[in-house]
């Protein structure tokens, strides 16, 4: 299924479409503002019955975020059915979230049990701290998280995308923070391919009231030597310092 969706405002919440055959699941999402246009995306289905697409939005502010889907385009494989199909479970309900703030949300100070509050903020020390990362790309090459089901790694990768423009791949967390002078981010990174087509990666945040800010760190060309088919894995440390205002961890590239 290909579709177009406009994304808008500082609090337009999400885009989720799902399959309704004999369960209801999750196919595809897409979180946060992409600004005042309009963005391709591309959804895989694959069903072995008959299904029900059905497509899902979250608005935080009316006033300040809206959502909308056009030009919905089905492949030719598709085909009207007769038949009924019954659920055989309907879905779980979303948690509750632990506390009702959402300033006190990935605020770097646990106010919930187990740290609920914390887990989904981009910090992979926690189990579902990838999950805190929204790809926000809107061309034609876009961030993916890859997990090794044995091996429990987790790194996100640069591919190519359904979007038309021809811009960077981009990824950010949730609103963090405020922070004090000691607040760093590190993460490792590796660069490959042929130098030609090699960019650069580079780190920004996002204040929620002054918007983008300079490029807080950069990296760019090939990593490693020239017959080296992958090149390494290299850290970076990166000092975000004090941030009064909340704020979001941009990464391009």
């Given at each position: 299924m290909v579709m177009y969706t406009h994304q808008f405002g500082p609090r337009s919440g999400g885009l989720t479409v799902l399959v309704a055959d004999r369960l209801i699941y999750p196919v595809w999402?897409?979180?946060?503002?992409l600004g005042d246009l309009w963005v391709k995306a591309e959804v895989e289905i694959v069903s072995n019955s008959p299904f029900q697409i059905l497509i899902m939005a979250a608005i935080r502010?009316?006033?300040y975020g809206g959502i909308a889907v056009d030009s919905?385009?089905?492949s030719p494989e598709c085909r009207l059915s007769s038949e009924n199909s019954t659920l055989e479970k309907l879905p779980n309900p979303p948690k509750h979230p632990c506390i009702d703030d959402p300033e006190k949300m990935c605020d770097f100070h646990p106010d919930c049990a187990d740290a609920e509050d914390e887990t989904q903020c981009g910090d992979f020390?926690?189990?579902e701290g990838s999950s805190g990362w929204t790809d926000t790309s809107i061309g034609s090459q876009g961030w993916i998280l890859y997990k090794n089901s044995t091996t429990k790694a987790?790194?996100?990768y640069v591919a190519e995308a359904a979007g038309q423009q021809l811009t960077e791949a981009q990824t950010r967390t949730p609103l963090l923070g405020p922070t004090g002078p000691?607040?760093?981010l590190s993460f490792d990174f590796a660069l490959t391919g042929s130098l030609d087509h090699i960019g650069e990666l580079s780190v920004r945040v996002i204040d929620s009231l002054l918007g983008l800010r300079p490029k807080l760190w950069e990296y760019s060309g090939k990593m490693g030597?020239?017959?080296e088919e992958e090149?390494?894995?290299h850290h970076a440390d990166i000092l975000l310092g004090v941030r009064k205002n909340r704020f979001q961890s941009h990464c391009r590239c």
């Open positions: 999402e897409r979180g946060g503002a502010d009316f006033d919905i385009v089905l020390s926690y189990a987790e790194y996100f000691a607040c760093n030597a020239e017959e090149a390494a894995w």
